[in-house]
Nanobody, 127 residues
Framework: QVQLVESGGGLVQAGGSLRLSCAAS????????MGWFRQAPGKEREFVGG????????RYSDSVKGRFTISRDIAKNTVYLQMNSLKPQDTALYYC????????????????????WGQGTQVTVSS
């Protein structure tokens, strides 16, 4: 079992930056893939990006490529989402999720693939 807790959300101006953290317990982050998702009011949950359990592969949605970066700190058992050049359309509740079944170099975008989810952290970007 994996427990996930997101933090780092807040209110920022457009063009600003935030770093979200996902602290994991119960299993080291080096043994499973991690994904970040977001959901805005009236919209379905969407894939933002992810990192394979090997750390060799990262994937991002087209809407955040070049602006967001996923990384991990194995010693701290934490995965990060660095968000730069934030836009108002990035406003959403952000979730981290763990995929404990995928192969070592894969990152899957489907929500149904993920086994454990955090409670979410709110990101609001003002114009």
């Amino acid at each position: 079992q994996v427990q996930l807790v997101e933090s780092g959300g807040g209110l920022v101006q457009a063009g600003g930056s935030l770093r979200l953290s996902c602290a994991a317990s119960g299993r080291t982050v080096s043994t499973y893939a991690m994904g970040w998702f977001r959901q805005a009011p009236g919209k379905e949950r969407e894939f933002v990006g992810g990192i394979s359990w090997s750390g060799r592969t990262t994937r991002y949605s087209d809407s955040v490529k070049g602006r967001f970066t996923i990384s991990r700190d194995i010693a701290k058992n934490t995965v990060y989402l660095q968000m730069n050049s934030l836009k108002p359309q990035d406003t959403a509740l952000y979730y981290c999720a763990a995929d404990i079944t995928s192969f070592s170099n894969t990152v899957v975008s489907a929500t149904s693939t993920y086994d454990y989810w955090g409670q979410g952290t709110q990101v609001t970007v003002s114009s």
